[in-house]
């Protein structure tokens, strides 16, 4: 599942290619209609999928931002401001091609869901293969309300006083601190990946509670997961299955990972531990994470 480092580095390879230039038309795929009409589970959200495809055109992408693990190009037609939302979900993939048919992977190719033709010529392209990832046409983010309640950028000054306020809410205090690291209203873009490395790093068992923490060792964690994320948008993200660049390039951070997908504690040897948090499935060493 892609997280914050993959979707930074979506971002950083779309701003050169597509700030700027203006939408021609939109096609949904038959299975976007289809699951929209049957109202499964589908990649467009809100609005219909013949209303997105009207809305979108002769838009022009001013700029595209990430926030957390979303992606928001700004729009603007007629002098009026728009955004279009992107959530990656599991599998969710951005290419800018000359032709769809330039997109050489099979299984990307397979499961396009969303062409942008572009009016310089070119292409702007979606592709999910489990259809997990969003797209989401607002005029403003406030029109849905889950936007405005991310936690501020984990880079930003004040995003350890965030989470520390949070932390000392009764709603999360008695939780474990796994699961509370990887709730975006508290820090935000640490998924299940960089949790993990980050309580393996500062030796904190996933299923302690958060108010069982010292402060120091709050602010040691939060200055991990920094650390971590940081180190990971340097080097392209984590390829853990299907999360390519634009370039559909796979990332390397997965190669650094230490414990993370591990059956081997690599500082003392023994067997991985693993349990369900908050859904997740958490791998920890059970000697070195107390
Ligand atoms: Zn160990």
Redesign the pocket.
């Known amino acids: 599942m892609p997280e914050l480092p993959e979707v930074e580095g979506v971002v950083q390879a779309l701003k050169p290619k597509m700030e700027g230039r203006t939408i021609r038309q939109v096609q949904l795929s038959d299975v976007v209609r289809s699951s929209f009409a049957a109202g499964k589970q589908c990649i467009v959200k809100q609005a219909e999928p013949d209303v997105f495809e009207t809305a979108l055109t002769q838009m022009t992408i001013t700029k595209i931002q990430r926030r957390a693990k979303y992606i928001f190009f700004h729009l603007l037609k007629d002098d009026v401001t728009y955004v279009l939302v992107s959530h990656l979900g599991m599998t969710g993939a951005w290419f800018v091609v000359n032709a769809p048919e330039e997109i050489n992977e099979a299984k990307f190719q397979k499961h396009i869901h969303a062409t942008f033709q572009l009016a310089d010529g070119g292409y702007l392209i979606y592709s999910d293969i489990r259809r997990f990832g969003e797209l989401r046409f607002l005029t403003t983010i406030e029109e849905h309300s889950p936007l405005t309640k991310i936690a501020p950028e984990p880079f930003e000054d004040g995003a350890y006083a965030y989470f520390l306020a949070k932390s000392l809410l009764p709603k999360y205090a008695k939780k474990a601190v796994k699961e509370v690291i990887m709730d975006g209203q508290v820090i935000s873009g640490c998924g299940n990946i960089y949790a993990t490395e980050a309580l393996f790093a500062q030796k904190i068992h996933p299923a302690r509670k958060i108010q069982e923490l010292e402060d120091g060792q709050k602010q040691a964690l939060f200055e991990e997961i920094v650390v971590i994320l940081r180190q990971s948008i340097e080097a392209g993200g984590s390829t853990i299955s299907d999360y390519r660049n634009i370039n559909g390039e796979a990332g390397n951070m997965q190669n650094r990972l230490q414990m993370y997908g591990k059956k081997l ?1 690599p ?2 040897g ?1 067997t991985t531990g693993q349990m369900t948090i908050g859904g997740r499935t958490s791998v920890f ?1 059970p ?2 994470q107390r």
């Open positions: 504690c500082t003392c023994v060493c000697q070195c």
